[in-house]
């Protein structure tokens, strides 16, 4: 059987960072890379935010060279979902693709949180069109025209405030009379003039042609279908952090993001550590993501030498 020094479960800016760090420290890593190569970033389009880029950068273009730059000192990166592990134990046991079996005395968690979609063809057909799931990352090429936020969340509030502040007109698409969102964003939002919120309507449909993202076409509750026109159409309906495989032994809160011990990369089993988005409901940026990736690295450095 084969055992590993680093075990890194993920092929997002986290993972390719910590087998950067890794592979550097001279601890093998070997890394699997999972069913979306890349992470969540690959289905954006360009990325401006990501320090060192002062033109932005493609993000597929930034992700492969993340990759590359892992594998120019060593790190062993492979095709392959991790199925199911044993970390009742060290060595911890990890099968891969249902079959392979893989031990190591250390393994990082790095596998991402996945945004949540309403399930529409039209909506996956304009993904990266028009249709993101996250404000930060997008909405600057949106700026002075109208675009729509689904759902009524913090997460919603907070992507509305923000693109309002660069947008002509946010409409906020709300599938109840109320909002989720706290007290504190609600009222951001009441008083932000540009957003106007569409309460009790469901997204029908995403409409467009070959330049992108056109409108949307709502079913409101009492029966009325219309259309707005928007060039942008932003999910805010929750994420779903990567975790399930690990759930019967690493502590996760109550919405499934993997609880770390502080500022450390740690989980409640020693030697399992946990960076990017699975560890972190709040930020969910590539730069906060690689961080945590170099964080776990160190950790798995110092836990090695001692273990
Ligand atoms: P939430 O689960 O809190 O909210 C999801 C929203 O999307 C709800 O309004 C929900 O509607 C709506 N929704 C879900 N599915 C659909 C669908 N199929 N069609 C239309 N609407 C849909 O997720 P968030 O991402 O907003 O927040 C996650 C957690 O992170 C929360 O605990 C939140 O408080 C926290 N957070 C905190 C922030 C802060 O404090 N600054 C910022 C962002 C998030 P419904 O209400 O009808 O179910």
């Known amino acids: 059987m084969e055992n590993v020094k680093c075990l890194i479960i993920g092929g997002g800016p986290a993972g390719y ?30 990325v401006e935010n990501f320090p060192g880029f002062p033109e932005g950068v493609d993000a597929n273009q930034l992700m492969g060279d993340m990759r590359s730059q892992a594998l120019r000192f060593g790190a062993d990166i492979r095709t ?8 009742s134990r060290r060595p911890f046991s990890l099968v891969v693709d249902g079959g392979t079996v893989i031990e190591a005395r250390a393994v990082i968690i790095a596998t991402g949180a996945s945004a949540r ?16 799931a996250c404000a930060t990352c997008d909405g600057f ?21 923000y693109l309002a502040n660069i947008c002509n007109k946010v409409y906020m698409i709300v599938r ?18 540009n957003i106007e919120i569409l309460w009790n309507c469901n997204t029908q449909e995403v409409l467009g042609d070959e330049t992108g993202v056109t409108g949307v076409r709502l079913l409101r509750k009492d029966g009325k279908v219309f259309d707005i026109k928007v060039d942008g159409f932003f999910l805010a309906i929750g994420h779903h952090p990567n975790s399930d495989v690990f ?17 450390s990369s740690r989980t409640n089993v020693e030697g399992v550590f946990a960076a990017g988005d699975v560890q972190d409901p709040s930020f969910r940026q590539a730069i906060t993501a690689a961080a945590s990736g170099c ?4 950790e798995v450095e110092r836990f090695l030498m001692s273990n």
Do not use: H, W
């Open 17 to 46: 960072t910590a087998a950067i760090y890794a592979s550097r420290a001279g601890l093998c890593p070997v890394l699997y890379e999972g069913m979306e190569p890349g992470g969540q970033l690959t289905t954006t389009t360009v």
């Open 80 to 87: 392959g979902v991790i199925t199911s592990v044993d970390f």
């Open 117 to 132: 979609y309403l399930g529409l063809p039209s909506e996956r057909k304009f993904r990266g069109m028009g249709v993101s």
């Open 141 to 161: 090429f949106y700026r002075k025209k109208d675009v729509a936020v689904v759902g009524g969340g913090d997460t919603a509030c907070e992507e509305a405030t």
């Open 176 to 193: 109840r009379d109320v909002f989720r969102a706290s007290l504190a964003m609600r009222d951001r939002v009441m008083n932000t003039p």
């Open 247 to 263: 759930k019967d032994f690493i502590d996760t809160d109550e919405n499934g993001y993997i609880i770390t011990d502080g500022k």
């Open 295 to 298: 964080k776990a690295a160190l």
